[in-house]
């Protein structure tokens, strides 16, 4: 089956800082979304990626689709208390979304 | 927009009774829609793939006996759990798939947090 690796786990940050996770994947994807969940609520989309070495952006978020189209980032910069979440990774194919494990942020004020 | 409710948001049932959850597309029309499940700490498992008009696809390991689908316009489709136990107490989670250009987007709903005693 596919496999999908999410890392870090957790991350535990100052705010202000900088934070990157990446997920790798054995099988090549048409498709890499971001996802960022809060406790007890549905994920939210914040970035898509459609283009194998695309860079996007959204406010101070960044993200890429890898070349090879097995992997893919999500940079936050200056990271602030409202970021803290469960981020997700999760590439698309036939239709079909797999998540990864998850990061999850932590940031003290 | 794109813009996804459910309800209800929290439920709580007796083991052995069924539970209906709705999930709703309000701003989008949505010939599919997905199902899934996501136990504490852990990440979401999709259960099965809604399509308006037909049979649910039911991922390896999910019994469509036990969680019914119904797709029965192109903004509601349902997950009844039949027969609930204590180990279907979860949170369950929708998505759909606007019909657009740009189909590989989903877009989930809040999530219903079903407790079975």
């Known amino acids: 089956g596919q496999q999908l690796n999410q890392s870090p786990q957790s991350m535990f940050i100052q705010e202000g800082e900088d934070v990157s996770m990446n997920c790798t994947s054995s099988?090549?994807?048409?498709?890499w979304l971001w996802y960022k969940q809060d406790p007890g609520e549905g994920p939210v989309l914040l970035i898509a990626?459609?283009?194998?070495?695309e860079l996007t952006s959204n406010g101070r978020l960044t993200a890429q689709f890898g070349i090879t189209r097995k992997d893919s980032f999500l940079n936050i910069s200056a990271s602030i208390p409202s970021d803290v979440g469960i981020y997700f990774c999760?590439?698309?194919?036939?239709?079909?979304?797999?998540f990864g494990q998850g990061t999850e942020l932590s940031v003290k004020p | 927009g794109a813009v996804v409710s459910q309800h209800p948001s929290r439920v709580i049932c007796k083991s052995g009774t069924s539970v209906k959850i709705e999930c709703r597309s309000l701003?989008?029309?949505?010939?599919?829609m997905f199902w899934y499940r996501q136990f504490p700490k852990q990440s979401l498992m999709l259960m099965a793939t809604?399509?308006?008009?037909?049979?649910?696809?039911?991922e390896q390991g999910v019994e469509k006996d036990k969680f019914l689908i119904n797709h029965a316009s192109l903004t509601l489709s349902t997950l009844t759990v039949t027969s609930a136990h204590p180990e279907d107490s979860s949170f369950y989670i929708c998505?759909?798939?606007?019909?657009?250009?740009?189909?590989?987007?989903?877009?989930f709903g809040p999530g219903t947090r079903l407790t079975v005693l």
């Open positions: 999760a590439p698309n194919q036939g239709g079909k979304l797999i």
């Open positions: 809604s399509n308006e008009g037909s049979k649910a696809t039911y």
């Open positions: 099988s090549i994807f048409n498709t």
């Open positions: 990626l459609y283009k194998a070495g």
């Open positions: 998505s759909a798939n606007p019909i657009r250009e740009i189909y590989n987007e989903q877009f």
């Open positions: 701003d989008f029309q949505a010939t599919t």
